[in-house]
């Protein structure tokens, strides 16, 4: 099969699942007013149809707002995928319109300060520019941090992990309040999907050994250590194909989707669906679920789907 053909397979399985996905056995919702419907708080949210900033706004807002996770005077490092210097068509990175939103909503729940950055794999100042990340986070009050030398990390261990002992984790993870994980979803050419397990590799300097010595048990190892306060999963544009970096935009798919949850394990399982994928298949995922870090059955966790 031609790359052109697989694209247009994927993708066509990709909508279908994903429209399944938001489906509710019950009903479908129809907007912010359904919001209250619910009796019982959701774990997780489930956002469709309109922009990044938007969907956040109303699926934090399900969540229980952002006071929920953010107190007065509180440090928040908002991580997300800033990898590659490409511009955001591509769906490389993380949309940039997401982070302002979520910068914002953490200034306006009284942070102290608002810390952005990402160990990149493309120069580090290309990446922050292109992307459009830098800007977007400045603006909404944010201030950029480096994560491209050693010194920023210290070595931590890893107690929970089967092959991952210890790791160098930057300084900033270590003395921050609070911790939101801002992956986008795309196609990966070694661990099949990065999401929000596999956008942690994003605050450790050696990533070399997870690659060497199993990837997918390395990723649910660490997944263990720190578990972000809050998952906010970037589906608005999803790499389908050439994954990570990607060639173009042919190899994007726009779904206007977000994922929010603080289980890492259900937000990630809940995108792998979006995607096309059962969660099970993906090995970090499963490997994380069995190592009880989170819930991969989401007939068992509280799910509010939202379409704009």
Known sequence: MNRRKFLKETVKYGIAAGTAFFLSPYKKMMGVEDLLADTAMPELAAIKGGEPDKMFEAGIKAL?????FVKKGQTIVVKPNIGWSRPPEISADTNPKLIYAIVKHCMDAGAKKVYVFDHTCDSWEKCYSISGIE????KAGASVAQANSRSYYQNVSVPYGDILKTAEVHELILKSDVFINVPVLKNHGSAGLTISMKNLMGIVWDRGFWHANGLHQCIADFAAYRKPDLNV???YSVMKTNGPRGVNTEDTLLMKSQIISNDIVAADAAAAKLFGIE??????IAIAAKKGIGQIDLSKVAIKRIVL
Request: charged letters at 30%; a negative charge.
């Open 64 to 68: 229980g707002g952002m006071n929920k």
């Open 135 to 138: 800007s977007a986070a400045k």
């Open 233 to 235: 999963v970037d589906a």
């Open 279 to 284: 969660p099970s298949d993906v090995d970090h």
